[in-house]
């Protein structure tokens, strides 16, 4: 078979994943695949650096065909989907980072975040942009939702160094799923004053009977999608020879 037929054959490294999350919040769902893929990456071996270029292609123009459907749906602004591309840029890069694979390869001086922003300081805008999105909750709940996973999966951006960088997340975290809570089933002002409490002295120990309840409601879609995250990587563990072998082919076969 031919180098132009074996590049032709070859399905999606992303479709080959069939991730789709929970189809609740397509700034998740359709960034899922992507995640995943990268936490793949920072963990496989052996991969010289021309794969990692015909990989990374891959990834940018999956980016952009995500981006390009969250705007058809018609449901975000563009200035927000223009900083979900940059938050899911500055993700995968801190993933494919942690491989001594990358960090050595044509990767590390030519970044996502450098390709689509020209920015080379290493995702520290992600925070800003997610505090901007918790100026509303309300408005911002997918994209808030979004930031809490790449949280959750390990990103911590200019905090990575810091010794309190894990305790920073966890504060972080807590002020995502705060600023979510009232974000079901209240009016936009109950909702921005719910999100902006002082959650140190309001703990969820100290709340009425209500409260708690309100809050239980709430985090319960947060913890469904955690356990979809969960169920993925263990399944992605318990088949780790299978998959690396199957990734490991398709990219030989690539780049044939």
Known sequence: MSNKNNRSNQTSLIESLQCIGLEKNPCVDYSLSLMLLAYRLSKITSIDNKNIEE????????????????????????????RHRYCLSVFIDEMVMKNDAFIQSYWANNTLSSRFFNETTGGDKFFGILYKWLENPDRNKDMLEFCYACIVLGYKGKYALNEDGDNKMIYLCENIASALTPTINSDEETAFKKAYRDFKKDTFLSRRGEDVFKYSIVVLPVLIVLIVFIISFLDINNQSRNVSSHLTNKIEMITI
């Open 55 to 82: 990989i990374r292609e891959k990834i940018i123009n999956d980016i952009l065909y995500m981006s390009s459907k969250l705007s058809k749906l018609r449901l975000y602004e563009e200035l927000d989907i223009s």
